[in-house]
């Protein structure tokens, strides 16, 4: 399989009136929640200035297969009006349509595209194939969707990135909202608490292009030809909090990694803050990551706002960072 890669390739920028797509290559979370759906579109275009909509599914496949979830994707992708691409939610099967999606089409015209989690999957594939950044950062049904509107944080973020072409310190939450209210149960915001800090496990300062992933996400591309080249990154590490994920997992995962050798030659080590971990998990977590680390001298760094936490930053894949104690910079502009 050709590669396509043409090295820091950056989407351009988006624009109010710009028209976003949302697209649902995992879970068809909107089926079983649509007016929390309704609610996600209609909150980020109001504060953004984005037209923003589901796209189309071309006719011909079952409603939520491999083939039609592709075809919306691919449709996204091709489309010239379209500007950007908004995950409506991740979930696990994001790996089927690896061998669907037109690489070629993006490559020709990069444009912003944000999800986490399962979009692991996707954005680390179209970066092997392509070199264009994409973003990993909030999707509509779960971040966008908040009951009480998207978080300022998560809000300033996401436009920073994707509008404004910001450099500059990566901002700290002073809050966080680890509290699980059911989307089918009570509609009340969550409460905020106070944010554990950052935390420098590792001392040391690290340059390099970032790369964003949700952990057993990243792992499904081993042996594949989607898997992208983890050398001289800063890795930027979390776990979703599903299914009881727990210490365990993680130190199954993190070795996974490590015998893979894609912590071999990195810079720097970014973990995202777990949901809902005891103080207890989170002093496991550091004893597994310098444990899963040893012989290797890269900076690590804990407790960082992104990924399955809120309010969320915007991280941008393949864009240069620098890591200095518990500070993320970034270097260049993530979008033209």
């Known amino acids: 399989m050709a590669t396509l890669r043409s090295l820091r390739r950056r989407p351009r920028r988006l624009r109010r009136g710009d028209t976003v797509a949302v697209v649902s290559p995992s879970w068809q979370g909107a089926d079983v929640f649509p007016a929390r759906a309704e609610r996600g579109i209609a909150d980020v275009a109001s504060w953004s200035g984005l037209r923003v909509g589901p796209a189309a599914t071309p006719d011909g496949h079952p409603a939520g297969s491999r083939q039609a979830r592709a075809a919306q994707f691919n449709a996204a992708l091709r489309d010239r009006d379209t500007k950007g691409i908004l995950w409506m939610i991740g979930g696990l099967a994001a790996t089927e349509l690896l061998d669907l999606i037109d690489y070629e089409a993006f490559a020709a015209n990069p444009k912003v595209i944000c999800g986490y989690s399962d979009a692991t999957v996707l954005h680390h594939a179209l970066y092997a194939r392509t070199g264009a950044t994409t973003f990993y950062g909030p999707a509509v049904l779960s971040e966008f969707a908040e009951t009480g509107g998207t978080p300022p944080f998560t809000r300033s973020s996401f436009l920073d990135l994707t509008m404004h072409g910001w450099t500059g310190d990566f901002p700290r939450s002073a809050e966080v909202y680890d509290e699980f209210v059911d989307w089918a149960g009570e509609e009340r915001p969550r409460v905020a608490e106070p944010a554990p800090a950052r935390t420098v496990l590792r001392p040391g300062t690290a340059q390099g292009p970032l790369l964003p992933a949700c952990v057993p996400s990243a792992l499904q591309l081993l042996g594949t030809p989607w898997l992208p080249d983890h050398q001289g990154h800063v890795l930027a590490l979390e776990f979703a909090n599903d299914d009881g994920y727990g210490p365990a997992h993680a130190a199954r995962d993190l070795w996974q990694l490590r015998h893979a050798g894609l912590l071999d030659g990195i810079e720097g080590l970014v973990m995202g803050r777990p949901r809902q971990w005891s103080a207890t998990a989170r002093a496991e977590l550091d004893r597994i990551l310098l444990d899963v680390s040893h012989g290797l001298t890269f900076p690590i760094v804990t407790e960082f706002e992104f990924g ?29």
């Open 308 to 336: 399955h936490t809120d309010p969320v930053l915007t991280l941008p894949v393949g864009v240069p960072v620098q890591l200095a104690g518990d500070n993320l910079r970034l270097l260049e502009p993530a979008v033209r």
